[in-house]
């Protein structure tokens, strides 16, 4: 059995545990919204018509931040259609997704929606077919307490106090020829900058999201953000990653090793940040907000007709069912944000509900558990305190993909009385006896001990088999003279809470 050692050491500290690392993403898309968080004649719907039993997952699944509404989106949206009378709003094209808009969930009927589940939001302004006075007026609208025309507006529309939001997003992935009014580097910087200066001249406290490279993989990756943030560093707080991981061509070793790529992402847009303010003999660090991050699917969707020309209301698009694997290596994802959390201080999980999401709900019917809820809502639950930097000493294999990996990973936190230690298995085939030198942490005992696995690597929860895949209780896990003894599954995630 191949043997893994994972050293921690307390003062090894990389930044506080960032709540906001915990966050999702709600985009106005197939049935994210519509028949998934609203649905006014499902039984446990409230007076508002949201879904009871989804916000009961929601405030499991530990989401702390949700951006909103969009998202590609978000590039065609008239943010007026959605407040007012609901049998007033118009009903829109969305040319991102060609489907129908209702616009009967918009801004104050979400905000009140987020109290329920206990999350901040974080609003996004359109800059593909819009741009500076309508992000203000929603600004005035979302935020400004009475007195003005917009605030007033917002009153005589039911919500007297304001939504007082302070994450604001510039635009989405504006380097996207698939984004309705997608723009240079060049061009996008000029307009961020000179929005991002307005709304801080109407509120200086904001924060600030300026879109950094769809992916990656993206030709113009690292030279966008040089550009970019050349044009608003000094008037922004982040700059935006989006990441999507899938399994290709039956390669699930590359696949189950996806976050050695986001650490490279993230490594490569720090550097390019720090560049821009070196030149410009700035003191500030410009942060990252990872606001959209998962596994999905793309080529297959890409090859269906989901996206279509019929204009439907809804429709089922993106809708992933997720196994064992794809919660291996979303739980694997979230400890490499959390590694980060120096200077990736906010993240969103993309999405919340129905696409590409952990939660899912049939109309009419239940609500339920896939199986990348468990790893999320597990380590949003236990991750607290500060992160600690590991020392991991294990097996490589080699990936077609990502070049040699680790076939252990491993993260921990650290408050005043408990720690939280996480771990990945990535081999095919065999367990790893895993050892963690926890002495420094001063634990005594072993409060939780969870493994997400099965001997199906693609087994799966569905309508019709809700809790195929559920955690279970390690009996493995031993503490003894500060030493954590631990044998993991092939191709699993562990958590362990220790007192």
């Not at 006014?40 to 879904?51: I, L, T, V």
């Not at 499991?60 to 407040?83: A, H, K, M, Q």
Request: one cysteine or more.
């Amino acid at each position: 059995m191949p043997r893994a050692h994972v050293t921690l050491d307390k003062q090894a500290v990389i930044a506080p545990v960032r709540r906001r690392t915990f966050g999702s993403f709600v985009e106005h898309l197939g049935r994210c919204v519509y028949t998934g968080l609203y649905e006014p004649e499902h039984p446990s719907a409230n007076d508002e018509g949201f879904r009871m039993d989804v916000v009961a997952l929601v405030r499991e699944l530990g989401s702390t931040t949700i951006r909103y509404p969009g998202g590609n989106f978000v590039s065609g949206f008239r943010w007026e259609d959605s407040v007012g009378p609901r049998d007033k709003r118009p009903v829109r094209r969305d040319l991102a997704w060609h489907s129908l808009e209702s616009n009967q969930v918009g801004l104050d009927e979400f905000a009140r929606w987020l109290k329920l589940t206990d999350s901040e939001l974080m609003l996004a302004v359109n800059l593909g077919t819009r741009g500076i006075q309508p992000a203000l007026d929603l600004l005035e609208y979302a935020n400004h307490p009475s007195g003005t025309a917009l605030s007033d507006l917002r009153i005589a529309n039911g919500t007297p106090d304001p939504h007082n939001v302070r994450m604001w997003c510039l635009g989405n992935e504006m380097d996207g020829r698939w984004q309705t009014g997608f723009m240079t580097a060049d061009d996008y910087g000029k307009l961020a900058a000179r929005t991002a200066g307005a709304m801080k001249m109407a509120d200086k406290d904001l924060e600030l999201v300026v879109c950094g490279s769809s992916g990656s993989w993206m030709p113009t990756f690292g030279d966008w953000e040089r550009t970019v943030l050349e044009h608003t560093y000094d008037h922004v707080d982040y700059v935006s990653c989006h990441a999507y991981y899938q399994e290709l061509d039956g390669d699930l070793g590359s696949f189950l090793a996806s976050a050695t790529d986001m650490d490279y992402f993230i490594d490569t847009v720090v550097a390019t940040a720090d560049h821009v303010g070196y030149k410009k003999r700035s003191k500030k660090k410009i942060n990252i907000s990872f606001d959209e991050w998962n596994v999905w699917y793309q080529k297959e969707h890409h090859e269906s007709d989901e996206v279509n020309d019929e204009w439907r209301h809804a429709p089922r698009q993106l809708e992933d069912v997720y196994s064992v694997a794809d919660a291996v290596v979303v739980g694997n994802l979230l400890m490499t944000l959390l590694k980060h959390s120096d200077r990736v201080t906010s993240a969103s999980l993309a999405q919340l509900v129905n696409v590409i999401a952990p939660i899912m709900t049939e109309p009419g019917g239940p609500a339920w558990r896939q199986t990348t809820f468990y790893p999320f809502s597990i380590t949003s639950r236990l991750a607290a305190g500060e992160v600690i930097r590991p020392v991991v000493e294990a097996p490589t294999y080699t990936t077609a993909r990502h070049g040699e990996a680790s076939v252990v990973d491993a993260v921990a936190t650290v408050d005043e009385d408990r720690a939280a230690v996480f771990l990945v298995n990535r081999g095919l085939s065999q367990a790893t006896q895993v050892t963690v030198d926890v002495r420094s942490l001063g634990s005594s005992r072993i409060l939780e001990a969870v493994t997400l696995a099965d001997p199906d690597a693609y087994a799966r929860n569905t309508l019709t088999e809700q809790n195929r895949v559920t955690p279970h209780a390690h009996p493995s896990a031993i503490l003894s003279d500060g030493l954590l003894s631990i044998e993991l599954p092939p191709v699993s995630w562990t958590a362990i809470a220790l007192g």
